[in-house]
């Protein structure tokens, strides 16, 4: 079989043979066996909530990447056609009321909203979560994705909906803004000037230039867009990368410090370059860092794993179906067919009054065949980056009450090509996966490595593409890192490494002035929804939250 070798399949099928046959069943026994999920070697047997959770508390020491395994899901949808060849689906006698694809954070928080309806939710992964998923060491656990986000204004339809799943008591406030490593030393007040007292000014302008946006006295655009009264403002900016338009704001160049700090948080949080990223998402994320910032202990997978438990409270354990990749999905008369191929190769087909495609778009693409040309294009142009995350375990507490650390190194990053400079300046932020969690003889360093250029996701892939990764992070941990935090090399007790080849839709300048965001939305026919963040290519929880909100009320509209 092309799907998966033949010794796997007799793994599987070894595993669970009669699950192969009774859909409620097959996420039952997902990832038992395996370092990444399942059983634990030393530790009790995990519930069957725990198999599937996004916050894997079984972890065992591995010596290959966690996260993503893109094999399986590009061989099938390369050539979806021959995946399905000669292969009659079994179809699921059920007509359900709403299938979810994709069970990352939006997929969640729309199984969440219509959890009423007894959603199928159908994910390629063993766990839920995307690349909000998290592990555990030593009961210290920690992200492997997505961190933290910012809290929802109160009385916001986003603070409702995390209120009333107490997501927010789960999260501790982060205090400070912007601490930074330079020349092995740590600045707690960046935009003070700390770094360059005798350049100050630039600093605390660009800091009031913040503030004031972040407290409303001068408006600043919010991505998505809340209302039609944000457009006008977006498009504006959006004419603009951001470095462009910081340089024409001060009118003179960005101090070195400032370009460097301001480069690598474009880096982790838009996988891009100042220059090529839109002013107006830049602004919009930039300026909330001066706001509340809340942080889960396993970061965002605290978050998705609240919301999946409590949606599996209320809906059938069977609708919750990993390993499941999804390869077909098409209007039928009056009902929306999807076909998957389940965990032990199995092709079945479900029919369903509404389908919720909480997949990314180039993914979409795949799936969806017969696509107008406009909206093909508009899928499959949309640019997606990358990122490796390394956990260090040290065998020591926190030296610092912190959250986060960006690396600055010796304070510049030249001009030029963003791979060069990226893979020649290495880590670029350090996350303190203590910081809400009362936990004093061991600590957890979250380390983020990204590739913030086209093609980055090749270097994902190719071979020794973990030990290339693994030394680079290893190097500045004891070189940079370690050292200058208070711990001795000795302290590391395992790096625990996690690759992500399409979690980050770049908007770059021009993407919202072009109306891209509509298009991408659009329903196809009258039971086909999309809901994720690359419709506004704008990564974070937050996305996940407003278009889960918008569409999923959509959904019942057609439904009830």
């Known amino acids: 079989m092309d799907e998966i070798t033949r010794r796997e399949l007799l793994r599987r099928l070894a595993l669970g043979a009669a699950a192969a046959t009774i859909p409620g069943q097959l996420w039952s026994c997902a990832g038992v066996g395996k370092t990444t999920g399942g059983r634990s070697f030393t530790g009790p047997k995990p519930t069957d909530f ?77 766990r839920f979560g995307g690349n909000s998923q998290g592990e555990s060491w ?58 360059d007292p005798a350049a100050a000014r630039q600093f605390t302008r660009l800091r009031d230039f913040f503030l004031q946006r972040q407290s409303g006295k001068i408006p600043v655009p919010s991505i998505p867009a809340l209302s039609d009264d944000d457009l006008p403002l977006i498009s504006e900016l959006d004419r603009n990368d951001f470095l462009s338009y910081l340089v024409r704001q001060l009118g003179e160049p960005l101090h070195p410090h400032v370009h460097t700090l301001l480069e690598v948080y474009c880096w982790k949080t838009f996988g891009a370059s100042m220059q090529e990223v839109s002013a107006a998402i830049a602004m919009s994320y930039y300026v909330a860092e001066f706001g509340e910032i809340l942080v889960a202990a396993a970061g965002n997978a605290s978050i998705a794993e609240r919301f999946l438990r409590l949606t599996m409270n209320e809906v059938p354990s069977g609708n919750f179906r990993p390993q499941s990749v999804v390869l077909d999905v098409r209007n039928v008369g009056e009902l929306v067919h999807v ?16 389908v919720v495609m909480a997949a990314p778009k180039f993914i979409a693409a795949r799936l969806i065949d017969g696509l107008e040309k406009d909206r093909h294009d508009a899928f499959t142009q949309l640019e997606y980056r990358s990122y490796v995350v390394g956990n260090a375990c040290l065998d020591r507490g926190p030296t610092r009450d912190l959250h986060d650390l960006y690396m600055l190194n010796e304070g510049e990053i030249p001009f030029g090509e963003t791979r060069r400079n990226m893979h020649n300046h290495g880590t670029s932020e350090v996350v303190f996966a203590n910081y809400s969690q009362v936990i004093k003889d061991r600590t957890v360093l979250t380390l983020y490595y990204p590739l913030p250029f086209k093609g980055g996701q090749t270097e994902l892939i190719i071979p020794d593409s973990f030990e290339h990764f693994n030394s680079r992070i290893r190097k500045d941990l004891f070189e940079k890192i370690l050292p200058t935090l208070g711990y001795l090399n000795t302290d590391l007790r395992d790096l625990r490494l996690t690759r992500w080849g399409h979690p980050i839709p770049l908007a770059k300048p021009g993407f919202y002035w072009s109306g891209a965001p509509s298009a991408l939305a659009k329903p196809y026919g009258s039971r086909i929804f999309f809901v994720n963040q690359d419709t506004w290519a704008a990564p974070a929880i937050e996305t996940c939250a407003h278009e889960a909100l918008k569409w999923t009320a959509r959904v019942r509209e057609l439904l009830l």
């Not at 191929?341 to 509404?354: N, P, Q, W």
Request: charged share 25%; proline share 5%.
């Open 339 to 354: 076909t998957y191929i389940d965990f032990v190769g199995v092709v079945r087909t479900l029919r369903s009054e509404a």
């Open 50 to 126: 725990e198999k599937i959770s996004p916050v894997n508390r079984f972890h065992g020491t591995s010596l290959e990447f966690s996260g993503e395994n893109p094999d399986r899901l590009h061989s099938l949808l390369r050539d979806k056609a021959g995946a399905l060849k000669g292969r009659k689906p079994i179809l699921d006698p059920i007509v359900h009321k709403v299938v979810i694809v994709g069970g990352g954070m939006s997929g969640i928080l729309s199984g969440y909203l219509l959890r009423d309806l007894k959603p199928v939710i159908l994910d390629k992964g063993e």
């Open 138 to 195: 030593e009961n210290v656990e920690y992200s492997i994705g997505a961190a933290c986000f910012s809290n929802p204004v109160k009385g916001s339809s986003i603070h409702a909906l995390f209120q009333k799943a107490g997501v927010l008591e789960l999260c501790r406030k982060r205090k400070e803004t912007d601490p930074v490593m330079l020349n092995q030393k740590v600045f707690s007040d960046f935009w003070g000037g700390q770094t």
